[in-house]
């Protein structure tokens, strides 16, 4: 039975996501364009420019079945995703953590509330599977962590009400956008700034430098479509020789710079636009 007595709350990301645009909002604001009707994000993650633009048409992909399951539940189940996880949230200690991380959840709903509690508690919000596909991040070190903010997911469940989300690779945003009326944000993995900064190089679905050049030609040809393209990446050379082509803007950001959390310095960012 729920029984919930929900506080109306503004939509926000409902996940902690490696590369999270949230503090970086902010500086994005002047950029995104003014006009637009129909807005793609095809590396979805957390989804933080979505929430912030709140689109009323949006189709929203990822690579990742995991996460991309846990949206459309948010969306069409959310009532049964929260009784769920309020089990974990009553359940939640350190063998516990394991065991639901060995495990996997058998319907959709069970799926998507395990992502969202291992998410909620496990090092960092990191993502990383083994060679066989399976969640592999140790438990975090987090006193009394919030595994169920039910009035948050119902209001983010609101928010994909009338949302088109699927997994897709980000090519398969050539088959949506067309139209000058239409709004492609991409925020990759991004290119390492060094041959060690970026862990996700050695992993399953490494993202390569081919990747990288593939997703420049994506951009200019969807450009050339007069589709307005917006696109975040690290400030090095690679990335500004190409998209030398489009407007490049320097945004700073706060980000740790090594594998030690306490040396975090201001480096900078690039968001590129194509208007
Ligand atoms: C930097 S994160 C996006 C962060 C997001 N903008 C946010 O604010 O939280 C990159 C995302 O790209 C996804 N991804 C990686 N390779 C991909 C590919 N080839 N096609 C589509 N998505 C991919 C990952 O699963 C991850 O969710």
Redesign the pocket.
């Known amino acids: 039975m729920f029984t919930h007595d929900f506080k109306t709350i503004t939509p926000r990301?409902f996940l902690k996501?490696?590369?999270?645009?949230?503090k970086l909002i902010q500086q994005y604001i002047p950029y995104f364009p003014t006009d637009f009707k129909n807005y793609y994000e095809?590396?979805?993650?957390?989804?933080?420019?979505f929430f912030h633009l709140l689109p009323a048409h949006s189709i929203l992909?990822?690579?990742?079945p995991e996460?991309i399951n846990a949206y459309r539940c948010v969306r069409d189940q959310v009532e049964q995703v929260i009784l769920i996880l309020e089990k974990h949230q009553s359940k939640h200690h350190k063998e516990y953590y394991y065991e639901v991380r060995s495990g996997a959840g058998t319907s959709d709903v069970e799926r998507a509330a395990r992502f969202i509690y291992l998410n909620k508690t496990c090092f960092n919000g990191l993502y990383r599977e083994n060679s066989k596909g399976a969640f592999n991040v140790p438990i975090g070190q987090y006193k009394n962590p919030t595994i169920c903010n039910a009035d948050l997911l119902c209001s983010v469940s609101a928010a994909l009400k009338n949302t088109q989300i699927e997994v897709?690779?980000?090519d398969a945003v050539v088959n949506y956008a067309k139209i000058g009326t239409d709004f492609v944000y991409f925020?990759?993995?991004y290119y390492p700034l060094s041959p060690t900064s970026n862990f996700t190089a050695y992993s399953r679905?490494a993202?390569t430098e081919t990747?990288q050049i593939k997703l420049k030609d994506i951009f200019a040809k969807l450009a050339t479509l007069g589709v307005k393209v917006m696109l975040s990446n690290s400030d090095c050379l690679f990335i500004r020789e190409l998209y030398k082509d489009f407007n490049i803007h320097t945004i700073s950001a706060a980000r740790a710079i090594n594998s030690k959390g306490s040396k975090r310095g201001k480096i900078a960012e690039v968001l590129v636009t194509s208007y």
Request: glycine share 20%; proline share 17%; hydrophobic share 35%.
């Open positions: 990301p996501w490696a590369g999270g645009k949230g095809p590396f979805l993650g957390g989804g933080a420019v992909t990822d690579i990742n996460l897709r690779p980000f925020d990759p993995p679905n993202f990747d």
